[in-house]
Nanobody
């Protein structure tokens, strides 16, 4: 089982930027599809972005396209989420997730096997 630890969250003003990191340990994540999800108070956890195993193809939910960028550094066993032009509605706990098997990048929570503890992102308007 891989362990995932997120960092980089915090309080930022609307229009600002944050960079989240997800450090993996226990085994390499180079063969895993990776995803970022978020969960706002009273809402279900939702897909934000995902990145494929080897080709690095990326996927985003519509509300973050053009503002967020997911990337991975397999040498550092780390996945990142660069968040620019942040809005109040981006406020949530952000989770990193690894998909155990498979090549596709799903957007459903159930398709991911390993999760981090989450990091809080608060955007003030």
């Amino acid at each position: 089982q891989v362990q995932l630890v997120e960092s980089g969250g915090g309080l930022v003003q609307a229009g600002g930027s944050l960079r989240l990191s997800c450090a993996a340990s226990g085994r390499t994540i180079s063969n895993n599809v990776m995803g970022w999800f978020r969960q706002a108070p009273g809402k279900e956890r939702e897909f934000v972005a995902g990145i494929s195993r080897s080709t690095g193809i990326t996927y985003y939910t519509g509300s973050v396209k053009g503002r967020f960028t997911i990337s991975r550094d397999n040498a550092k066993n780390t996945v990142y989420l660069q968040m620019n032009s942040l809005k109040a509605e981006d406020t949530a706990v952000y989770f990193c997730a690894a998909r155990g098997l498979g090549f596709t990048v799903p957007s459903t929570v159930a398709d991911y096997d390993s999760w981090g503890q989450g990091t809080q992102v608060t955007v003030s308007s």
